[in-house]
């Protein structure tokens, strides 16, 4: 096991960290886990809208959720 303070640059941490993730989690595992990590990018609203066929007006969300409400 390596430790951490040998560590000289930030490749070297990488595929340290890589290699403990797989041996810990297995490959499916730490891809899942880094998935998780992930903050992502981009405009989430912009591209939710271009792939939305319906979108809600105000008042159509308004009357659904009222349609829908537990008395």
Do not use: C, H, Q
Not at 16 to 37: C, D, H, Q, W, Y
Not at 49 to 63: G, Y
């Amino acid at each position: 096991m390596i430790n951490a303070l040998d560590i000289k640059n930030l490749n070297e941490l990488k595929k340290e960290g890589l290699s403990a993730l797989t041996e810990k989690l297995g490959p499916i595992g730490m891809v899942n886990f880094i998935r998780l990590m992930s903050s992502g990018w981009g405009d989430y609203s912009t591209e939710r809208r271009a792939v939305m066929d319906d979108e809600f007006s105000e008042k159509e969300f308004l009357d659904f959720i009222k349609a829908n409400e537990k008395v």
